[in-house]
């Protein structure tokens, strides 16, 4: 999981590194490059590749694709760390969310915790010159999307093959992002290659070595080791970018944490 942890921590460095090329083209050869090897390994399973509730597949894929958009987005105009401490929220809208769409139950002390989150990420935007209103808007939107994102595969994943939940999700975001890429294109050159291949490869290891900790581990130990993510964004930060930040954009970030951290021991 710290390996996992590590490589999705690259991937973000990766696309904060290519400013020049848009999110949404970065997030298209990204995209390709997931398609093709989901696809690959779907046929070499002999799983049928559309599953049977293609309804909620599809769904899961059209925000999916929004939420990568503004994350991608936001990881190019917002400080690292803030992108990734923002971002998340992604699991309080999933048990938020999870009240309306799969009849989970929430317990009254996990909105305290909620809002503990919440006024953290009021005064990381509040307090960083760097962070605007419409900046903050879109990392809450990716937020939400990703929310709505878990919720789904969680009320498909009896019925359809992970590989199928994972094959929708490029299926639908190459149209999408190829359509906008059309307007905004910015030819790559020289190593912008070799950082967009990056970006396709670390995304796929990353997710293997998450896979495999989830398979062979303590669930509660390992998902609490996801948010070292924190840590590895501000050492790139501020090695790589020389990002830094005060102590009151540290403690929205320990807020944010700190309510996220506290609503899953609540769950226990």
């Not at 390996?3 to 090329?21: Q, T, W």
């Not at 967009?196 to 303590?218: E, K, P, S, W």
């Not at 390992?222 to 790139?236: D, E």
């Amino acid at each position: 999981m710290l390996l996992a942890g590590l490589l999705f921590s690259l991937m973000n460095v990766s696309v904060k590194l290519i400013p020049h090329i848009p999110a949404i083209e970065i997030i298209l050869f990204r995209s390709v490059f997931s398609l093709g090897l989901t696809f690959f390994l779907l046929k070499r399973a002999k799983v049928p590749l559309f599953g049977t509730n293609k309804k909620l597949l599809a769904l899961r894929g059209v925000v999916g694709a929004v939420g990568l958009i503004a994350f991608f987005y936001n990881l190019q105009a917002i400080p690292l760390a803030s992108a990734v401490t923002i971002n998340y929220l992604a699991p309080i809208f999933t048990t938020i969310l999870g009240v309306f769409i799969v009849k989970e139950k929430v317990r009254a002390m996990q909105f305290v915790y909620f809002g503990i989150s919440f006024i953290g990420v009021v005064i990381i935007q509040g307090f960083d010159p760097r962070i605007s209103f419409m900046d903050l808007s879109v990392g809450l939107v990716a937020a939400l999307a990703m929310g709505v994102a878990y919720n789904v595969i969680r009320k498909i994943s009896n019925t359809e093959h992970p590989l199928v939940i994972m094959f929708y999700f490029p299926f639908i975001t190459v149209p999408i992002a190829s359509i906008i890429s059309f307007f905004v294109w910015v030819q790559p050159k020289g190593w912008d290659w070799l950082i967009l291949l990056a970006v396709g490869l670390l995304t796929q290891f990353a997710q293997y070595f998450m896979t495999l900790a989830y398979q062979n581990a303590n669930l509660s130990k390992i998902s609490s080791l996801t948010y070292l993510s924190i840590v590895y964004a501000l050492g790139f930060g501020f090695f790589v970018f020389d990002e830094t930040f005060t102590l009151v954009s540290f403690s929205g970030m320990f807020l944010v944490l700190a309510g996220v951290l506290l609503n899953v021991t609540s769950k226990k």
